[in-house]
């Protein structure tokens, strides 16, 4: 199989949803039906319960939610199939954010009983922005649920983007009977066996005379009147505006059933496209361009305990990587050989020869990649678009309880860091014996405690500060300490790649700021 035949069947995705949606459970049946899994787990924390492969953090575990972005590969009727499992919970939307940059594609998951909700529209938007298909999934079809017409009104609304059904639903909870296939013209039966639901593949045609005793005579009746109005009124397919993320398609069903999954699998498949092109120094970037390249956009520390490792992740952009192949890392100015890459399920790796543009590969990281970051075959002058650092919302002064255990403190503070998971700060001129922890979400810094005293095994103490507002310093030279007029509450930091930020406890600060210092800019974010 040549290069380009390789590249041609990859597919690498995003899962996003809003938190219980049932994303992880979605993920879960798909690494299932592609053989990736013998047995799935489930989201929920219980003793006797099997964890989801792709919650492989202890908290995860505990907390029964996923707190950081996971990577997993499997093959599927020919397709390598690279899965990005995303964080539902809005305190860690910026981890999310930094995994679609690495997506050519998204499956949006959502609740139909709920509809869209709050992170369903941000993340939605991040996709926009990347202009990549969005592939939707109604799911707890076994549930009580929201009429259909009304949750594609809902998302064709609120999203601001067409919808075209795949399939259609015949009833939902209790009577939840199966699924219309809109192309096949043929019904897929979904049955009840025990108390326990299975997936029953039984087609039926809607013309067969046995069909309102199978269904029920209330949704025979429903389903007619449905598929008159979806043969009058719906979207057309069409698979360039699918693929422009103009028109998304619409699947329903129930992940934690099984039922309707591998059916989606194999119509997104069809549907989804092989590895998107990608700009670098404003040109664009093919995937089948010969020369290799890639981004760094996650950073993992102590995957593996035992060994207290760090994993970049790449996403390839173009090309072929192999194993001891010498590349170069642009932020870095120096050649280096990758001699261990990893392909990824969850956290566990399995060591790999060659990979292609479109896959996910983990390499080992001593502390030289930051997000962001471009590494490209030797030569070869690109540097793919940075990775935005959003401003936090929520700071923290952080000190180690412990005064012997300073070095443990500032090692698990800056790889914590360095991944994006918080961002840190300190008052110019002073150490690291303390410092300003900044997140997008409260609940990070319940993670950030609990992994320092389990990976680092340091305890800290945590005192809340007033800070509302963060802006990095543009429009005057900040070569040296930058000379301002600020007010009292107002506090000059540095992050740790020494860049000068101002942190504000209103507005009407920022403002003050502004009017007492000519030239002063002050930005939301920062590129890496």
Known sequence: MTMQDEIRRRRTFAIISHPDAGKTTLTEKLLLYGGAIALAGTVKGKKNTRHAVSDWMEIEKQRGISVTSSVMQFEYNNCCINILDTPGHQDFSEDTYRTLMAADAAIMVIDASKGV????????????????????????????????????????????????????????????????????????????????????????????????????????LQLAEDIELLDGASEDFNLEAIQSGTLSPVFFGSALTNFGVEPFLKRFLELTPPPLARIANGIEISPFDESFSAFVFKIQANMNKAHRDRVTFLRICSGQFRRD????????????????????????????????????????????????????????????????????????????????????????????????????????????????????????????????RTEYNVEIIRESLGYQYIRWIGGISTDTKPKLIISEDTKLVQDFRDQYLLLFTSEWNIRWALERNEGLELLDFSKN
């Open 117 to 220: 909700e709050n992170q369903t529209r941000k993340l939605f938007k991040v996709c926009v922005m990347r202009h990549i298909p969005i592939f939707t999934f109604i799911n707890k079809m076994d549930r009580e649920a929201r009429n259909p017409f009304d949750l594609l009104e809902q998302i064709e609304r609120e999203l601001g983007i067409k919808t075209y059904a795949v399939n259609w639903p015949i009833g939902s909870g209790k009577e939840f009977r199966g699924v219309f296939d809109l192309e096949t013209r043929h019904i897929l039966s979904f049955e009840a066996n025990n108390g326990q639901h299975t997936v029953s593949k039984t087609e039926v045609s809607p013309d067969d005379p046995q069909l309102a005793e199978h269904i029920g005579k209330q949704n025979h």
């Open 325 to 452: 192949m010498e590349v170069y890392h642009v932020q870095g100015n120096k050649k280096m050989r990758l001699s261990q890459p990893q392909m990824m399920m969850a956290e566990n790796r399995e060591v790999i020869d060659e990979a292609y543009a479109g896959d996910i590969i983990g390499v080992f990281d001593p502390g030289i990649f930051s997000i962001g970051d471009t590494i490209c075959a030797p030569g070869k002058q690109i540097c793919f678009e940075g990775i935005p650092t959003f401003a936090p919302e929520h700071f923290a002064r952080v000190r180690h309880k412990d005064t012997m255990k300073r070095k443990q403190f500032v090692k698990g503070v800056m790889q914590i860091a360095q991944e994006g998971a918080i961002q840190i700060f300190h008052e110019p001129d002073s150490g690291m014996e303390e410092v300003i922890v900044g997140v997008v979400g409260v609940l990070q810094f319940e993670v950030f405690e609990h992994r320092m």
